[in-house]
């Protein structure tokens, strides 16, 4: 066999780290809160088995041939219900579906971005993005969150430092509701003022908004999109959370720009997004059966939540703090300085338990003292065993 010579960024992948928490996850005994994926029963398997049938017997000419690189039109119309919920009131023509949120970050990117151009991150920030563009050859600047969001005012600062040596950055990466790995939600204050930042400064938003509807609290997620007056914001959705991540079905608002780019581009790369996966989201909203379905959802990840946050409260010891997640997936929690969080990580594994460490999240590797808990697929009594099992290493890690 010939040699293989891997791209730079092929390359440059952490295959190893994610791989070993991975094939740890599956030992026999593990407990596991590291992947952010939904429980078993989430899915609503007889519904799309109803569907899938009625679809291929009635309607074949609609998912069988090629289909629009910009989506099905019912499928659109679905998303501008959705958006609706969310604060943004937007036409059909402005959407593009995707296979997935990710899907639609990278094809933005590749039609924005050149190499060695700007775009600002935070920190820290969804892993899977982190990967796929840390060796893409942009030059990535970070700005920190804290309980309410991306640090706008630390990112002015950066824009005026970045302006003052004559680089523009073209992007900001955000996440706006329930972050991750953060648990965080962008405060209101901030959500009216990112805009403005972004037109001030001459650059995009991509507002990745893919938890926005499992919302256990009573708080503010109007998306930033709702209070974007100049097309500065390109909101990112997805129904691989409210639905299934395996459809694969996402989307993007972009300008109308954008959209005629896109449908020139994206029968480069896969033709698009299946018609039947789309077909599928746009029949599950036929009289409302998926706003009845995503309220069950959360009844199911919310009692996960407090079955978490309890643990927490009970076994971590002091010195030890958490976010509190309104929504969403995960718990962000932060161990003191001096904690060395790879043996912290080694000694959970000897308790049969693993997670995610604060390094996949930051472009530096480091874990700055957090790691990631996920709530989103145990059942409670798991998830209780789980949380005290990595308190009990924390322990024994402090008074090394």
């Known amino acids: 066999m010939s040699s293989v010579y891997y791209s730079k960024w092929a390359s ?52 069988f041939p090629y289909g629009n690189p910009q989506g099905t039109l019912r499928c659109r119309e679905s998303i501008v219900y959705r958006m609706k919920k969310r604060g943004v009131n937007v036409t059909p023509d402005r959407i593009v579906t995707t296979s997935g949120s990710q899907n639609a970050t990278d094809m933005l990117l590749r039609m924005i971005m050149n190499p060695g151009d700007t ?48 680089i523009h950055p073209k992007i900001i990466y955000l996440m706006s509701n329930y972050h991750n790995p953060a648990g965080i939600m962008i405060s209101s204050e901030r959500r009216k003022e990112l805009p403005r930042i972004a037109q001030e400064f001459d650059c995009m938003i991509l507002e990745d908004d893919a938890y926005a509807e499992l919302r256990y609290d009573d708080v ?17 959705g997805s129904f691989s959370k409210i639905v299934s991540p395996g459809l694969r079905v996402g989307w993007a608002i972009v300008p109308e720009e954008l959209v005629q780019t896109w449908n020139t581009c994206r029968p480069m790369f896969d033709v698009g997004s299946p018609a039947i996966n789309q077909e599928i989201i746009a029949e599950l909203h036929r009289n409302d059966w998926l706003d ?40 962000w929690v932060t161990t003191p300085d001096g904690i060395d969080l790879d043996s912290l990580f080694r000694t959970a594994v000897k308790k049969r338990v693993t997670y995610f460490t604060g390094n996949f999240f930051y472009l530096d590797h480091q874990h700055h003292n957090h790691f990631r808990l996920c709530f989103s697929r145990p ?17 024994e890690e402090m008074v090394k």
């Open 119 to 166: 775009m600002i991150i935070e920190a820290p920030t969804f892993l899977g993005v982190l990967d796929s563009i840390k060796n893409s050859g942009y030059n990535l600047v970070e700005v920190p969150i804290d309980n309410e969001g991306i640090r706008t005012d630390v990112l002015r600062d950066t824009l005026d430092r970045l302006k003052k040596d004559c």
């Open 379 to 395: 059942d409670e009594d798991t998830i209780t065993e789980a949380v005290k099992r990595i308190a009990e290493a924390v322990k």
């Open 292 to 331: 009845s379905y995503i309220e069950n959802l959360k009844k199911g990840y919310s009692i996960r939540r407090e079955a978490m946050m309890s643990a927490l409260d009970e076994f971590m010891p002091d010195g030890v703090s958490w976010t509190r997640a309104h929504g969403g997936f995960y718990i």
């Open 12 to 63: 440059g992948l952490r295959k190893s780290d994610i791989s070993k928490i991975l094939k740890a996850s599956k030992e026999p005994g593990v407990l596991s809160l590291a992947p952010g994926v939904p429980y078993p029963d989430a899915y609503p398997t007889d519904k799309v088995a109803e569907i899938i049938e009625s679809i291929v017997k009635n309607e074949p000419e609609i998912i």
């Open 220 to 236: 503010d997620q109007t998306a930033v999109k709702a209070y974007d007056t100049d097309d500065s914001v390109i909101y990112l």
